[in-house]
């Protein structure tokens, strides 16, 4: 090391909310705990929000304030910017630019950020020899982004999936586990500092889509191409869907999956039935988990923590402490470029079984109409579950079908055929049955 290495390092922090309090809490407590293991002391000289007068619980008194984050960029006293405040564009882009102009490191928590602007900003990093680090920005307190661009790097990665948003799966286990309604576990989500500033972000699928387009770059190369990820949310899932796929043996979760199909890339984000039993049936609550698949490691699974104060905040320190050792890592794993843009792999050719919720008319004939129009286009039924009597002869009642192995393309067209039934009462809702982790 040398001198200059030992010098503390000073932080900017913009952004003092859920995530940036969370790092100034770590410093008070663990301060001299990561100076130890650095070598050097880690300061913070500046700071960033919106308002200056809320209580946020830390003392602030020594540092700098900056109405304006993009000024934190131009400071002589200052050494890392964090980025810490969130959004695509606006003000956290603006500041992540000029920072990195300005040959500052950055370490930022904000995944749509680097979903949309990952390769120009890692560009800048790169020609000004600076680290743009975002382990953050995935999977929360899991070390994912290290490990796809780090420790497991010797491998040609294969399928990378996951749950991969906190929110949702505190939803949906809160929905399982006590009954309560969507809504009501939302906003406890909220309160707990899970949920993204538009938590339609969360519950539409497009925050775990952010994650899953970074983790699809890191693992294959290509340029991240977040409006290539087919996005579905959770919703349209209902307790009665829940209930209804426990007892045929699922677990519904929100799962992010990418993989390359004969050279094109595949990346969806949506709910999907796991069987009761395999390890990502049971990461539950905030928790995230991420498996990946490696020609030489087969697979390797990750599970933590996926959100709130203390877990982000450890990873955003994670990476802090990166810096202060004088370790900067090209921030998407490549060096000397990425392989361009993908081929988008067609959606309709996903294979797999499928979980079919209708309402139908509780009549005769209702039923064999639908198996019927599944036999005209040779999908064969694996289960099917009618759990309830109409107390009105006609009136519609829940069924489930599961299907055997087929594709999307000839389920879309077997569904809207059901769509058109006379006994058919509601928009059919379909879930693919995931295939890993048995
Ligand atoms: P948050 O609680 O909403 O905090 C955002 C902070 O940014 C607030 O302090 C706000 O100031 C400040 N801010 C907003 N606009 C600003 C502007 N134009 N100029 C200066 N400051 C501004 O958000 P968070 O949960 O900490 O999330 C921060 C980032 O971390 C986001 O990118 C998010 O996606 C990411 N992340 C969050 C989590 C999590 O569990 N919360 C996990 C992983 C990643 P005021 O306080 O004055 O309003
Ligand atoms: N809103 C995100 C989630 C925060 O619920 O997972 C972590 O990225």
Redesign the pocket.
């Known amino acids: 090391m040398t001198e200059q290495d030992h010098k503390p390092l000073r932080l900017a922090i913009a952004g003092l909310g859920t995530v940036g309090v969370g790092v100034l809490k770590i410093l008070q407590k663990n301060g001299e705990l990561i100076a130890a293991r650095t070598g050097r002391a880690v300061e913070v000289t500046a700071v960033s929000a919106r308002s200056r007068d809320k209580d946020r619980g830390v003392d602030l008194s020594a540092v700098a304030w900056e109405d304006d984050p993009v000024a934190l960029a131009a400071r002589d006293d200052v050494d890392v910017v964090l980025e810490l405040i969130g959004g695509s564009d606006g003000a956290a882009k603006s500041l992540v630019e000029q920072a990195l102009n300005n040959k500052k490191h950055v370490v930022t928590?904000n995944?749509a950020l680097i979903a949309h602007h990952g390769a120009g900003l890692a560009d800048i990093a790169v020609a000004k020899g600076v680290a743009l680090n975002f382990e953050?920005?995935?999977?929360?307190g899991i070390p994912i982004v290290k490990a796809l661009k780090e420790s497991l790097q010797a491998n040609d990665y294969g399928r990378v999936y996951g749950i991969?948003?906190?929110?949702?799966n505190?939803i949906l286990t809160e929905m399982e586990e006590t009954g309560r309604d969507f809504a009501d576990v939302l906003k406890d989500?909220q309160a707990l500092g899970?949920?993204?500033a538009d938590p339609s972000?969360?519950v539409g699928g497009i925050?775990?889509a952010h994650?899953l387009a970074i983790l699809a770059g890191l693992a294959f190369g290509y340029d991240i191409d977040f409006d290539a990820v087919q996005v579905d949310g959770v919703e349209q899932i209902t307790a009665n869907d829940i209930n209804l796929s426990k007892s045929l043996g699922y677990r519904i979760k929100l799962i992010g999956s990418t993989s390359l199909i004969d050279g094109a890339l595949a990346q969806e984000v949506g709910p999907m039935l796991v069987p009761h039993g395999t390890p990502i049936s049971d990461v539950s609550g905030?928790f995230?988990a991420v498996a990946v698949e490696g020609d030489f490691i087969n697979q390797c699974f990750f599970e933590g923590p996926?959100?709130g104060e203390g877990p982000?905040a450890s990873a955003v320190m994670g990476d802090v402490i990166d810096i202060a050792r004088g370790l900067v890592t090209p921030p998407l794993g490549l060096v000397g470029g990425g392989r361009g843009p993908a081929k988008v792999a067609d959606k309709d050719a996903h294979i797999g079984a499928f979980y079919v919720h209708l309402m139908l008319r509780d009549e005769p004939g209702g039923m064999a109409a639908v198996t019927n129009i599944f036999s005209d286009h040779d999908i064969s039924i694996a289960s099917m579950l009618q759990s309830e009597r109409a107390e009105i002869a006609g009136d519609p009642v829940p069924v489930v079908l599961i299907t055997h192995e087929t594709t999307a393309a000839r389920l879309n067209v077997a569904i809207s055929a059901i769509s058109g039934l006379k006994a058919n009462a509601a928009l059919p809702r379909v879930l693919p049955i995931a295939t890993f982790g048995e």
């Open positions: 928590a995944k953050a920005a995935v999977a929360g991969l948003n906190g929110t949702c505190y989500a899970y949920a993204e972000f969360d925050d775990a994650k905030v995230n996926g959100a982000t």
